[in-house]
């Protein structure tokens, strides 16, 4: 991927991040473990009556992205303000 794409998707990455934590996502970036034979990848979950989005902070970009992505989706994001790239993106994840 070429620098200047992969600082594109940085941008809509880090939107998309504060976008969740305005929907009342709590987004965590850790470094999960790896076994052999096995690769967490990070995703939504609930804790302790806290939504959760834990992301693996060695992952690329464009991974970590699919991911937040993910954990918007089924959200009411109407009322929130998001740069037609991430909207996009988020739209091309709609089933």
Avoid: F, N, W
């Avoid at 991911?67 to 709609?94: N, T, W």
């Amino acid at each position: 991927m070429s620098e200047q794409k992969e600082s594109r998707v940085e941008r809509v990455l880090d939107e998309l991040i504060e976008t969740a934590e305005r929907v009342g996502l709590k987004v965590r970036r850790e470094k999960l473990m790896r076994e052999v034979g096995y690769r967490a990848r990070g995703g939504h979950c609930r804790l302790r009556g806290d939504d959760l989005v834990i992301i693996d902070r060695d992952q690329a970009p464009h991974e970590q992205l699919e991911i937040v992505a993910a954990a918007l989706q089924g959200r009411d994001l109407e009322a929130v303000y998001l740069s037609p790239a991430a909207r996009r993106i988020l739209d091309a994840g709609a089933p």
